[in-house]
């Protein structure tokens, strides 16, 4: 057995790694530290806590979680068997948020359309996936059974992403050729819209 005093030292390098590993990831993904509070909802100075210097990052598990999940990675626990068999512990799929790495843009500044857009199709997704109030399987559960935390983060980005307005010239063009047109109820003189009718053949 590991001596009390060897398991600290143990348990501050294991924490020290881990948070290297969230600093590294960010960077990986060309965020800034504020880039990232944005994404969780939280102030620059967490991020900063988090990647503190070396013996002074400060950062409870709860938001450990945040930046990881807002990065699109899982948290697991790996127990060696001794024979170099990890035995990882995934995320539950109840416990899984079905939120893009975009979320924070559906927050604010919703007097604009594509905001609009983004914060309807972010909702609706994350109410089709939520298996507290489905009674059956969810959507992504149907596009990819046993997906993880990444998975669902990016699945929700890109159907997120589909009411920016580069998303939307994409979804309109895509629709065009597939006979339908797209109508803005909110300005009818446009050819953008959130209702879809089926082209006339003519």
């Not at 790694?17 to 990986?28: I, K, P, V, Y």
């Not at 400060?58 to 930046?67: D, I, K, N, P």
């Not at 109410?127 to 559960?141: F, H, Q, R, V």
Request: with cysteine; proline share 4%; net charge neutral.
């Amino acid at each position: 057995m590991t001596a009390p005093d060897d398991l600290q030292e143990l348990a501050k390098l294991v924490r020290a790694n881990l948070l290297a590993e969230l600093t590294r990831q960010r960077q990986s993904l060309g965020l800034t530290k504020l880039d990232l509070a944005q994404r969780i909802g939280r102030n620059r100075a967490t991020v900063f806590r988090a990647e503190g210097l070396e013996g002074e990052a400060s950062v409870g598990l709860t938001t450990f979680c945040e930046l990881a999940v807002g990065m699109g990675l899982t948290p697991m626990l790996v127990a060696d068997d001794g024979q170099g068999h990890p035995d990882v512990m995934q995320v539950a799929p109840g416990d899984i948020v079905h939120r893009g790495r975009s979320h924070n843009r559906t927050r604010h500044d919703l007097q604009w359309r594509d905001r609009q857009r983004e914060a309807a199709l972010a909702r609706a997704w994350e109410a089709e996936n939520d298996l507290s109030t489905l009674p059956a399987d969810s959507l992504m559960a149907a596009l990819l059974p046993n997906h993880t935390q990444a998975e669902a983060t990016a699945a929700a980005t890109a159907i997120q992403w589909l009411g920016t307005d580069f998303g939307l010239v994409f979804l309109t063009k895509a629709l065009e050729q597939a006979g339908y047109v797209v109508l803005d109820t909110h300005d009818p003189a446009t050819a953008r819209a959130t209702r879809l009718l089926p082209r006339r053949r003519t």
